[in-house]
Nanobody, 114 residues
């Protein structure tokens, strides 16, 4: 069974920074893709950033402000968020995918005050 545990959300003022972490675990599983999605109130869940085989993909709205990275030895993915804006307020979900499975974390709230 795959477990995905996020941490690092919170309340920050506009222009501030936060770092999210997500650790995936599960005996015998390989996590080929790891990344972050977010869902704001009344909106659909959207991709924030994905990393796979060292390649990264970002939503246009976060390019230049957010950085995704991964520690393969720990099966942990990070999202460094700088220059945060009120429109970044959302629940952020960690996503992992392997050969024949995908799994989501429980979500962590990020609130950016103006």
């Amino acid at each position: 069974q795959v477990q995905v545990v996020e941490s690092g959300g919170g309340l920050v003022q506009a222009g501030g920074s936060l770092r999210l972490s997500c650790a995936a675990s599960g005996s015998g599983f390989s996590f080929n893709v790891m990344g972050w999605y977010r869902q704001a109130p009344g909106k659909q869940r959207e991709l924030v950033a994905i990393i796979t085989s060292g390649l990264t993909t970002y939503a246009e709205s976060v390019k230049g402000r957010f950085t995704i990275s991964r520690d393969n030895a720990k099966n942990t993915v990070y999202l460094q968020m700088n220059s945060l804006k009120p429109e970044d307020t959302a629940v952020y979900y960690c996503y992992v995918r392997g050969g024949n499975f995908n799994s989501w974390g429980q979500g962590t709230q990020v609130t950016v005050s103006s």
